[in-house]
């Protein structure tokens, strides 16, 4: 597994997803060193958590596509290479560069504490569930004109329900949805919350990464294994 991880970097790398990631960290830094102190936080905590996921969902499908054309899925599968372990390979390599990227743009308004810790298993859970659901849709595509077609419309259901949850006060009825219980926990960052309603968003965060583990695992097992 190490191996796996190691070799998808290396490609990451090549592929100049990691500069990428670098040069809009970068860009981030720049911007919110130029937006007044106490709206910062906000800020920050609303461009990590949205762009580390994004960029991601992105990537990832990238990487399938380019796999695809290059045909070394279907070489890849004649090992004895398990799915599980293909898409753990991309989902934890993809959410290092999220976490990276997370530390740079956060640095603006670095004030280290525990929650800090929990900021940074949010952006873990999340961009690694977002991308297991970009593996997953990237599976059944061609095109990364399809791709990027069917990827806005699943991410804008995600995050359409952000606009009622920030104007009914972040109402708690919210948090059974995948991206509101992510964010419901960055914005903690800012207004601690009550140990309950923490242990349900982790909770909830985790559900869905379930899910999304076990909807890419069928993608990949129906669309490139056994297609």
């Known amino acids: 597994m190490k191996g796996l991880i190691k070799t998808e970097i290396t490609l990451q790398w090549r592929q100049g997803f990691w500069l990428v990631y670098f040069v809009v960290s970068a860009l981030y830094v720049l911007v919110l060193l130029n937006v007044p102190r106490e709206n910062r936080m906000m800020v920050s905590l609303i461009m990590i958590l949205t762009d580390t996921t994004m960029l991601g969902v992105l990537f990832i499908g990238a990487l399938v596509l380019l796999e695809k054309q290059q045909a070394v899925i279907h070489s890849l599968f ?96 919210f948090l059974f949805l995948p991206y509101i219980a992510s964010l419901d926990i960055m914005l903690g960052a800012m207004d601690p919350l009550p140990a309950w309603r923490l242990i349900c968003d982790l909770l909830f965060m985790s559900a869905w990464g379930i899910l999304a583990f076990r909807y890419a695992l069928h993608r990949v097992n129906k669309k490139l294994v056994y297609n």
Do not use: C
Not at 90 to 113: C, D, G, R
């Open 78 to 173: 004649v090992t004895p290479l398990e799915p599980s372990r293909y898409i753990w390979s991309k989902t934890i390599s993809l959410s290092l560069i999220a976490v990276v990227m997370s530390i740079l743009v956060y640095l603006p308004v670095w004030n280290f504490s525990a929650y800090t810790l929990v900021l940074l298993l949010t952006v873990t859970f999340t961009a690694g569930t977002f991308a297991m659901l970009g593996l997953g849709l990237a599976a059944g595509v061609e095109t990364i004109n399809q791709y990027f077609g069917i990827q806005m419309a699943v991410s804008m259901l995600f995050l359409l329900p952000v606009i009622p949850y920030l104007l009914l006060d972040q109402h708690p009825a």
